[in-house]
T-cell receptor
């Protein structure tokens, strides 16, 4: 069965600095999709970034980028120029077909 | 605007009672999902449905039931058999279960057993 592991339950970063959140996953498939979701204090889940496994190029969305290492089954999220609004719970997620499997999340604190 | 509506936002239930959480979407999405969120546990899948009148159990289906009579609606009933129902419940939908798109989420329902 597929699993998603986020080894950092909590992290802190100084405002305007860069932070990287780690994620590893386990699958025997070669074609799948990976996501990072953000859950701010409002608890609304927001899609941050999406990566297609068959694409070698790392996805980027403004200040958010990923480091996708398919062989290592690693999918980290880098947040550049951290802002106070980035404070949230971040979930790494995997999708093959019919459902998404989520990691347990990393709580990110932004220090002013 | 298209989206997913969960209601109510907060729900209180007495022990031994069944309660139904509502989830409605106007996105014309085929698939719908229910997740439970507990502190430190991430999101765990309860039930999902890829088509009307069909649904599958997720990882923690015991004590829950669902129906999918309309494409737009996927209500979740928390029965008295669920031993620890206090949690945050999230409903989500997806345009096509066979594609690699992510979910659209509702804003959640916080259920508390009193």
């Amino acid at each position: 069965a597929q699993t998603v592991t986020q080894s950092q339950p909590e992290m802190s970063v100084q405002e305007a600095e860069t932070v990287t959140l780690s994620c590893t996953y386990d699958t025997s498939e070669s074609d799948y999709y990976l996501f990072w979701y953000k859950q701010p204090p409002s608890r609304q889940m927001i899609l941050v970034i999406r990566q297609e496994a068959y694409k070698q190029q790392n996805a980027t969305e403004n200040r958010f980028s990923v480091n996708f290492q398919k062989a290592a089954k690693s999918f980290s999220l880098k947040i550049s120029d951290s802002q106070l609004g980035d404070a949230a719970m971040y979930f790494c997620a995997y999708r093959r077909y019919d459902k998404i499997i989520f990691g347990k999340g990393t709580r990110l604190h932004i220090l002013p | 605007d298209g989206g997913i509506t969960q209601s109510p936002k907060y729900l209180f239930r007495k022990e031994g009672q069944n309660v139904t959480l509502s989830c409605e979407q106007n996105l014309n999405h085929d698939a719908m999902y229910w997740y439970r969120q507990d502190p430190g546990q991430g999101l765990r899948l309860i039930y999902y449905s890829q088509i009307v009148n069909d649904f599958q159990k997720g990882d923690i289906a015991e004590g829950y039931s669902v129906s999918r009579e309309k494409k737009e609606s996927f209500p979740l009933t928390v029965t008295s058999a669920q031993k620890n129902p206090t949690a945050f419940y999230l409903c989500a939908s997806s345009i096509d279960p066979g594609t690699g798109y992510g979910y659209t989420f509702g804003s959640g329902t916080r259920l508390t057993v009193v």
